[in-house]
């Protein structure tokens, strides 16, 4: 399914207009730029790509905005933005399903949740599942069969210990093997965590050094306790650039839409670092949302750094 966002030559003054109207901003034709996967967040001697969604006050992607809307910063740095793209291409998705015990009679919103997610794929997607409870185990490796993943999550049942962070790295590994430029995680889960082997630092590095934006669903909204599990949900979804959506009182359908829709509809910022320094060292980036005259806050999501090279 693609999207149809995507219309030529739209004014400040029309941009307004459509908000007005209570629709999802429209954009105009950007230029492209590459986004292979050894080029998204990774820089090299000239340039850096930041992959990000922009969404209004109730959630909805936010699409047309131009280089001088956005502000981003290395390491607290101002820098210049040099490209901008609202790309539209085939998606690698990776479902972590969570079987645990703790999910309980809960089992058949969270098969609803991932397959209505799944109804919305388009020919060219790639997809694969990793379930976990007690341990991880890659159950359908990469393909565009998403049938066969449909199958597996009937067959689910709630049972055992709970290893969400083995999930994430078992998953994080595998979405490496697609070609597609665009990658995401989606995590179905409570939240739980009590047996992994990984540890949230190990994992937290391996998606540093991934393309892929985490989408997490779970059960409802919680509080910012450091222990509760939607902390680590939020915390895994958000430092990727990826966000967190509640399926408490929401249609699946609509969370399954809001994803897809983010992730075909995000943008890709370009510049080249002021600091060329070639050690390795992790770089966090600030983006800032710049609204046209008109409209309200926006909230920008991305992914929240990068290594530079080492050499």
């Keep these: 399914m693609r999207v149809g966002l995507f219309t030529l030559g739209v004014t400040v003054a029309s941009l307004f207009a459509i908000y007005a109207q209570n629709v999802t901003v429209t954009p105009r034709a950007l230029k492209q730029v590459d986004t292979s996967p050894s080029t998204v967040l990774r820089a090299d001697s000239n340039l850096v790509l930041v992959p990000l969604t922009v969404t209004d006050k109730f959630g909805r992607p936010v699409t047309g905005l131009e280089k001088e809307n956005f502000r ?9 933005i ?4 609202n790309d539209d291409e085939p998606v690698a998705v990776g479902l972590i399903f969570d079987i645990s015990g703790s999910i309980g009679n809960a089992m058949p919103s969270y098969r609803q949740a991932a397959q209505e997610f799944f109804r919305t794929a388009d020919a060219q ?29 009937l067959l689910t049942k709630s049972k055992g210990s709970t290893a969400l962070l083995d999930g994430v790295y078992l998953a994080a590994n595998e979405i490496r093997k697609s070609k ?23 994992v937290r590095n391996l998606l540093r050094e991934t393309d892929a934006l985490v ?4 059960p409802a909204p919680f509080n910012s306790d450091a222990e509760n599990g939607g902390a680590l949900l939020k915390t895994l979804s958000e430092l990727t650039g990826g966000r967190i959506l509640y399926m408490n009182g929401v249609d699946f359908a609509d969370l399954a839409q809001k994803i897809i829709i983010d992730l075909r509809n995000r943008y890709i910022i370009g510049y080249t670092p002021t600091d060329k320094t070639r050690d390795g060292r992790y770089h966090h980036i600030d983006v800032q949302v710049i609204p046209p005259k008109g409209l309200p806050k926006l909230r920008a999501h991305w992914r929240t750094g990068y290594y530079a090279p080492d050499h």
Aim: net charge negative; charged share 30%.
């Design 72 to 80: 981003v910063l290395d390491d607290k740095v101002e820098q210049k």
């Design 180 to 202: 597609l430029s665009k990658k995401a995680l989606l995590l179905v889960s409570d939240g739980g965590e009590n047996n992994s082997r990984y540890t949230f630092t190990e």
């Design 125 to 153: 997607d790639e997809f694969f599942l990793v379930e976990f409870e007690s341990k991880a185990r890659l159950v359908v490796p990469l393909t565009r069969n998403v049938g066969e993943i449909d199958y597996q999550i």
């Design 215 to 218: 989408y997490s669903i779970g």
């Design 82 to 85: 040099i490209q901008l793209a």
